[in-house]
């Protein structure tokens, strides 16, 4: 790969700690303004490497590298960083809890107005919405990590009660976040014959098979989620809509609304989160919220949480919850995306919703959905390899990979993104509120690299790392040249000329979801090379070639040649044991060591030889 994880992070870094802290303060906020999605963009762009890659840890300050201190040099040195890390934190959990103490998750100055020239009013700003609480739970579980660790190397008995103060308000977020992801689940039940059904059966019946027939091997393939819908889904919202579900002639989709549903019912839980607010969202799941929270609840049980202890008895019984409606939703989505025996469905793009609105983007997420589910199944190669073409042609589509012209709608995905109402965000007072996504750019690679890391035939896995390239290429083309954002995301005109567009100032939503992606880069360098089945057996046949020749030396009394001789065959041994060492994980290695030994072998049968009087 071109993309080089660590110099491009630790950029990053330089750039985000020069424009956002001077004069002894943080400096929160960006070209959408601050808000708590925002802000904690913002932090994750520090966090989320600091807490995932391994060689950029913060919580251990006399094992962090030269680079990485340099990198924050801004913040002061290796003691001051974490310190005034903990400080930053602290603020940014402040200012998004209210007096009553209740978290705060609105989307506030990232909503945008149904049309232009409408006002947004203040209590719909201050409306919940998924994007906040997805980002809540992946910012807190940094946090969490990052003071269990950094504790245990705090002294003062001041600064451990910092650490201390910044972890229960962490805690309290997390909970607070995976509550409102309960709150927000959606469960959209409807008739197979009106316009949603009829939709929905248009997107999968590949084949133009009977109505009819394609509604009963729906339900059928559908019949497993449905069941645990009904049965296990017993908190939150989603659970009302079980008995909808027998109806045989009733189909349904599932995932997360844009906020806390309508009517969701509270969650009774033993920590204090403050009030619990009513839902004006539509029961009915969006691609994109759906999305971001899967992304989100996957931490929840990764392995870094449960090797760190990071939740406590309360919120593991709220990520049993989660996990349940993480399963069904990928399931869902993975069978209607790959259902039928032909084309998949995921493979006739644009992605169409049952509201009939289709874009590339949609199939992107879809894509990511079907993925998730792919990794706990091990999909096999050959289904693998159709998701990349998918992606291949989201690349080619978006005009990442392909030419654009002056006039092309693809464009608007990138500039200025693509807008959808938030159904039900009326109810709350004034006008219908709007929601706005231009990432694909930065998504589209981070699948692409995190399917690249499911491959194991080496052709394909190397057509997705030239891909992974190539929307790097795009991405590098967007960092933003001149001011103080320099350095940091997203100028669209510096892909996309024609586009007459100045940003001179930072995104932190784009910019975040570019260091998803080095992060993401980062973990598919650092894990072993992929293994070659063939690579292994050709390195097994010269082993066993250059055990016998070795052996043979030995046989023949080579050590007692002369000291040199001697020597020379002790490292011959050591190399040859070494080979075999590596022959499982690496056996390219071990063929190129294999290699060298049998040359150097033969050098001294030749030299045998010939003393001998041999040709």
Same mark, same amino acid.
């Not at 913002?42 to 990198?71: S, Y």
């Given at each position: 790969?071109?993309?080089?994880?660590?110099?491009?992070?630790?950029?990053?870094?330089?750039?985000?700690?020069?424009?956002?802290?001077?004069?002894?303060?943080?400096?929160?906020?960006?070209?959408?303004?601050?808000?708590?999605?925002?802000?904690?963009?913002?932090?994750?762009?520090?966090?989320?490497?600091?807490?995932?890659?391994?060689?950029?840890?913060?919580?251990?300050?006399?094992?962090?590298?030269?680079?990485?201190?340099?990198?924050?040099?801004?913040?002061?040195?290796?003691?001051?960083?974490?310190?005034?890390?903990?400080?930053?934190?602290?603020?940014?959990?402040?200012?998004?809890?209210?007096?009553?103490?209740?978290?705060?998750?609105?989307?506030?100055?990232?909503?945008?107005?149904?049309?232009?020239?409408?006002?947004?009013?203040?209590?719909?700003?201050?409306?919940?919405?998924?994007?906040?609480?997805?980002?809540?739970?992946?910012?807190?579980?940094?946090?969490?990590?990052?003071?269990?660790?950094?504790?245990?190397?705090?002294?003062?008995?001041?600064?451990?009660?910092?650490?201390?103060?910044?972890?229960?308000?962490?805690?309290?977020?997390?909970?607070?976040?995976?509550?409102?992801?309960?709150?927000?689940?959606?469960?959209?039940?409807?008739?197979?014959?009106?316009?949603?059904?009829?939709?929905?059966?248009?997107?999968?019946?590949?084949?133009?098979?009977?109505?009819?027939?394609?509604?009963?091997?729906?339900?059928?393939?559908?019949?497993?989620?449905?069941?645990?819908?009904?049965?296990?889904?017993?908190?939150?919202?989603?659970?009302?809509?079980?008995?909808?579900?027998?109806?045989?002639?009733?189909?349904?989709?599932?995932?997360?609304?844009?906020?806390?549903?309508?009517?969701?019912?509270?969650?009774?839980?033993?920590?204090?989160?403050?009030?619990?607010?009513?839902?004006?969202?539509?029961?009915?799941?969006?691609?994109?919220?759906?999305?971001?929270?899967?992304?989100?609840?996957?931490?929840?049980?990764?392995?870094?949480?449960?090797?760190?202890?990071?939740?406590?008895?309360?919120?593991?019984?709220?990520?049993?919850?989660?996990?349940?409606?993480?399963?069904?939703?990928?399931?869902?989505?993975?069978?209607?995306?790959?259902?039928?025996?032909?084309?998949?469905?995921?493979?006739?793009?644009?992605?169409?919703?049952?509201?009939?609105?289709?874009?590339?983007?949609?199939?992107?997420?879809?894509?990511?959905?079907?993925?998730?589910?792919?990794?706990?199944?091990?999909?096999?190669?050959?289904?693998?390899?159709?998701?990349?073409?998918?992606?291949?042609?989201?690349?080619?589509?978006?005009?990442?990979?392909?030419?654009?012209?002056?006039? @092309?709608?693809?464009?608007? /995905?990138? %500039?200025?993104?693509? =807008?959808?109402? #938030?159904? &039900? +965000?009326?109810?709350? !007072?004034?006008?219908?509120?709007?929601?706005?996504?231009?990432?694909?750019?930065?998504?589209?690679?981070?699948?692409?690299?995190?399917?690249?890391?499911?491959?194991?035939?080496?052709?394909?896995?190397?057509?997705?790392?030239?891909?992974?390239?190539?929307?790097?290429?795009?991405?590098?083309?967007?960092?933003?040249?001149?001011?103080?954002?320099?350095?940091?995301?997203?100028?669209?005109?510096?892909?996309?000329?024609?586009?007459?567009?100045?940003?001179?100032?930072?995104?932190?939503?784009?910019?975040?979801?570019?260091?998803?992606?080095?992060?993401?880069?980062?973990?598919?360098?650092?894990?072993?090379?992929?293994?070659?089945?063939?690579?292994?057996?050709?390195?097994? @046949?010269?082993?066993?070639? /250059?055990? %016998?020749?070795?052996? =043979?030396?030995? #046989?023949? &009394? +080579?050590?007692?040649? !002369?000291?040199?001789?001697?020597?020379?065959?002790?490292?011959?041994?050591?190399?040859?044991?070494?080979?075999?060492?590596?022959?499982?994980?690496?056996?390219?290695?071990?063929?190129?060591?294999?290699?060298?030994?049998?040359?150097?072998?033969?050098?001294?049968?030749?030299?045998?030889?010939?003393?001998?009087?041999?040709?």
């Amino acid at each position: 790969m071109r993309i080089q994880p660590r110099q491009q992070l630790l950029d990053a870094w330089r750039a985000t700690a020069r424009l956002s802290y001077s004069d002894g303060r943080w400096h929160p906020g960006g070209r959408e303004g601050s808000n708590s999605i925002s802000d904690a963009e913002q932090l994750l762009c520090l966090m989320a490497p600091a807490t995932e890659v391994p060689f950029l840890r913060l919580d251990q300050p006399d094992a962090a590298a030269n680079d990485v201190i340099d990198a924050l040099s801004e913040l002061g040195d290796h003691v001051q960083i974490p310190q005034r890390l903990v400080g930053i934190l602290t603020d940014y959990l402040v200012r998004y809890t209210a007096p009553d103490g209740t978290p705060v998750f609105s989307g506030d100055s990232y909503f945008r107005p149904g049309s232009e020239g409408e006002e947004l009013d203040a209590h719909q700003r201050g409306l919940d919405v998924v994007d906040s609480y997805s980002v809540s739970v992946t910012l807190m579980l940094a946090v969490i990590g990052f003071t269990k660790v950094f504790r245990t190397v705090v002294a003062r008995p001041a600064l451990v009660a910092q650490v201390d103060l910044l972890e229960a308000m962490a805690k309290t977020r997390l909970t607070a976040a995976m509550v409102g992801l309960l709150r927000s689940f959606a469960v959209n039940v409807f008739s197979a014959d009106d316009e949603l059904g009829r939709e929905l059966i248009r997107t999968v019946n590949q084949e133009r098979r009977p109505t009819r027939q394609v509604v009963e091997d729906l339900r059928e393939a559908l019949r497993e989620i449905n069941a645990r819908l009904r049965d296990d889904v017993t908190i939150g919202s989603g659970a009302a809509e079980g008995s909808e579900l027998d109806n045989p002639n009733r189909l349904f989709e599932c995932g997360w609304s844009w906020g806390l549903v309508t009517a969701a019912p509270a969650i009774e839980t033993t920590a204090e989160i403050g009030r619990q607010r009513d839902g004006v969202a539509e029961n009915a799941p969006y691609l994109y919220f759906t999305t971001v929270a899967l992304d989100a609840i996957q931490a929840l049980f990764s392995e870094r949480t449960r090797l760190l202890g990071l939740l406590d008895e309360a919120q593991s019984k709220l990520a049993q919850a989660l996990q349940l409606r993480w399963e069904l939703t990928r399931s869902y989505w993975t069978t209607v995306a790959t259902f039928g025996p032909g084309r998949w469905p995921l493979e006739d793009l644009p992605w169409r919703t049952t509201d009939g609105i289709e874009f590339d983007y949609y199939t992107l997420m879809v894509s990511g959905m079907v993925l998730q589910h792919m990794v706990s199944v091990r999909a096999s190669n050959t289904d693998l390899t159709r998701v990349a073409a998918v992606l291949e042609e989201i690349a080619n589509r978006s005009r990442i990979t392909r030419r654009s012209s002056d006039r @092309e709608a693809a464009l608007t /995905a990138h %500039h200025p993104g693509l =807008r959808f109402p #938030l159904v &039900g +965000s009326e109810d709350a !007072g004034g006008h219908q509120l709007c929601w706005t996504v231009a990432d694909i750019s930065p998504l589209l690679l981070k699948r692409t690299l995190d399917l690249a890391g499911l491959l194991s035939e080496g052709s394909s896995r190397s057509r997705l790392l030239d891909l992974s390239d190539q929307l790097w290429d795009h991405l590098t083309k967007r960092i933003i040249r001149q001011g103080p954002a320099r350095g940091l995301w997203d100028q669209p005109a510096g892909a996309f000329p024609q586009l007459d567009v100045d940003c001179t100032e930072v995104s932190w939503y784009y910019t975040k979801r570019v260091v998803d992606c080095l992060v993401t880069a980062a973990r598919i360098v650092d894990a072993p090379p992929l293994r070659s089945g063939l690579l292994a057996q050709i390195a097994a @046949e010269l082993l066993h070639e /250059a055990d %016998h020749l070795y052996d =043979r030396e030995l #046989l023949r &009394g +080579s050590t007692n040649s !002369g000291a040199q001789l001697r020597l020379e065959l002790d490292r011959l041994g050591v190399e040859l044991r070494r080979a075999r060492a590596v022959r499982g994980e690496r056996p390219g290695v071990a063929l190129a060591v294999t290699e060298e030994v049998l040359r150097r072998l033969d050098r001294l049968s030749a030299a045998r030889r010939a003393d001998g009087g041999g040709f």
